[in-house]
């Protein structure tokens, strides 16, 4: 549980118990059951992920350096051991109950299993597909993370996919279809998990995936297609948040990730292709309306991710209009004037709707 | 982790045995291919040196990283290949030394001459003129870097400057290249076998 929904849930009660809606015992038992949540998540297991990724970048360097004082074999075994001894801590650890801990072990485990990779390569002078090394990586850790149900180990795991992804497209210059195959498996396993912040990462990552798209297809002229995705998406959370209540959860951070996606498509249209003049004016007036239409529409659910991705893609929108002058510079002032106008036209009557369903509600 | 404790150390156990099985089959398929593989030897001519994950290294350019349709005979299928496709290089031996591409296919060849070697690569890029006369693939073979100690690649690559170097692969029955060792002016470098 994240410490600002704390204080702000502390605060709350305090108001409550003062307008006598809420018992002292009452108050007393929401307070003790948050503290137990906290709890959870402790600075001791933060630290220790945080250790098993420098251990793992430790283990990297130690490869890079190629260090010939010990023979090839000494540093391929001492890797060995050390994929054991961080299986063998988890297993000490988890009897314990140092849950959190036992799941910082079997990091450390999976990133020494990616250093021995690394070096077997460099042993063998091995330079195929500098993404294949990266294909063992991901399937490597995914299985142990699945099998052992280890969150970060399956944080890495995705992590590893997009590396291994990124790596495949920086060098052929074209789509990475495979990333859906890693991606669909590890993402099955978030699932599986019930883990929300993977859920996230599988989300961002997709993302970036099909915004790739926009790059890639159509010799790197398919922004349409990203737009297009974007919106679709936008659009089917937003059926899933009225028709499935009790997929809330879901469909709020979907529509989020939907929108910065349709706003990745169409900037690259207005500013990385070359539009015509009127070209230009009929998108950023679309984008500028979807926008707002993302903004209300968080509001209205108190989407606060939404929101603020809405608020972020409007600044830049502006901004990049700013910059790139509408035909003249007389011509983009005249484009902000009448920009400004429309939506202070709709302040207003947002204001009137607030005003209606307010006495509406109280017909006193 | 959320593991049922009669089965904590079993799966435990299970996870480290399947990645060390991993890393041992890596060791294995390589080490197999260097021992049985059959030897060819190409000249080579250096890149750039270096590596930031995998430490100092020198990058290895062959003729046959670049292939074209003008000076590359009997060969049917050249123009299919696209950046990612398998390219497999026929390379037959020269009476005075050496070894020359014959033919290049996107498929292994059948029929193979008893001193011919095939090898396999990935298309890495491919261009083509706009009559259709000429294109032009570049091929990677697996086989473009050369670890080396560290603070010993800018030595090693000076070395190769001043001298003619030629590279010893090692050939496995379905086209796969390693990297065995460097000839640099007669002088064999190969790193002693692991086991």
Redesign the interface.
Same mark, same amino acid.
């Given at each position: 549980m994240w410490s600002p929904y704390k204080k702000w849930l502390l605060r709350d009660l305090d108001r409550w118990r003062t307008n006598g809606w809420l018992s002292e015992e009452g108050r007393a038992a929401i307070v003790a059951d948050i503290q137990n949540s906290t709890s959870a998540f402790s600075l001791a297991s933060a630290l220790g992920i945080l250790a098993s990724v420098l251990f793992g970048f430790a283990a990297i360097s130690f490869v890079a350096a190629h260090w010939e004082d010990i023979p090839r074999l000494a540093r391929l075994l001492l890797l060995l051991a050390c994929i054991w001894a961080g299986y063998g801590v988890a297993g000490w650890l988890e009897t314990r109950g140092q849950t959190l801990l036992a799941d910082a072990a079997v990091l450390f485990s999976s990133g020494m299993f990616g250093a021995s990779i690394m070096l077997i390569s460099q042993m063998y002078n091995i330079s195929g597909d500098p993404a294949d090394g990266l294909l063992l990586w991901w399937t490597g850790t995914l299985f142990a993370g699945a099998v052992l149900r280890s969150n970060p180990t399956l944080a890495l795991a995705i992590v590893l996919v997009g590396t291994w992804s990124f790596l495949n497209v920086s060098e052929s210059n074209t789509v990475h279809w495979p990333f859906l195959i890693g991606w669909t498996l590890v993402t099955a396993a978030f699932v599986w998990q019930l883990w929300w912040p993977g859920l996230h990462l599988s989300a961002l990552t997709l993302s970036l995936f099909v915004v790739s798209l926009g790059y890639l297809l159509g010799k790197g002229h398919a922004h349409e297609l990203v737009a297009v995705l974007g919106v679709s998406a936008a659009i089917g959370s937003v059926a899933i948040e009225k028709t499935r209540f009790d997929l809330d959860h879901l469909a709020a951070p979907l529509f989020a990730y939907a929108i910065a996606v349709a706003f990745a498509g169409l900037f690259a249209l207005q500013f990385f292709e070359s539009p015509s003049v009127v070209q230009l004016l009929l998108l950023a007036a679309v984008t500028l309306a979807l926008l707002l239409l993302a903004i209300a529409y968080a509001l209205s659910r108190s989407n606060r991710g939404a929101l603020w991705i809405g608020y972020m893609a409007f600044s830049v929108e502006i901004l990049a209009i700013y910059g790139q002058t509408i035909g003249s510079i007389l011509g983009t002032s005249l484009f902000f004037l009448i920009a400004a106008v429309i939506v202070a036209g709709l302040a207003y009557l947002a204001l009137r709707l607030a005003r209606r369903s307010a006495s509406g509600e109280q017909p006193a | 982790? &959320?593991?049922d %404790?009669k089965w904590?150390?079993p799966?435990?156990?299970?996870?480290?045995l399947?990645?060390?099985a991993?890393?041992f089959d890596?060791?294995y398929e390589?080490y197999r291919l260097?021992k049985s593989g059959r030897e060819l030897t190409l000249s080579v001519h250096p890149l750039d040196p270096r590596?930031?994950? %995998? /430490?100092? =290294?020198v990058t290895l350019g062959y003729d046959i990283s670049t292939l074209k349709k003008s000076t590359t005979e009997s060969d049917p299928d050249f123009n299919g290949f696209i950046?990612?496709a398998a390219a497999f290089v026929t390379m037959s031996p020269k009476p005075e030394g050496g070894w020359t591409e014959t033919r290049v296919g996107s498929t292994y060849p059948s029929g193979v001459a008893a001193g011919d070697i095939v090898l396999k690569g990935?298309v890495?890029s491919a261009w083509k003129s706009k009559d259709g006369a000429e294109s032009i693939v570049n091929v990677?073979y /697996? &086989?473009?870097? =050369?670890?080396?100690?560290?603070g010993t690649g800018r030595a090693l690559e000076d070395k190769v400057r001043a001298h003619k170097m030629e590279a010893i692969v090692a050939v496995g029955s379905d086209g796969t290249g390693?990297?065995k060792g460097l000839v640099i002016d007669g002088e064999r470098h190969e790193?002693p076998p692991?086991?």
């Open positions: - | 982790m &959320i593991v %404790r904590l150390w799966l435990l156990g299970g996870v480290a399947v990645q060390s991993a890393l890596m060791v390589r260097l590596d930031i994950f %995998r /430490g100092d =290294y950046p990612g990935r890495l990677r /697996g &086989i473009e870097k =050369y670890f080396v100690p560290e390693a990297l790193d692991l086991l």
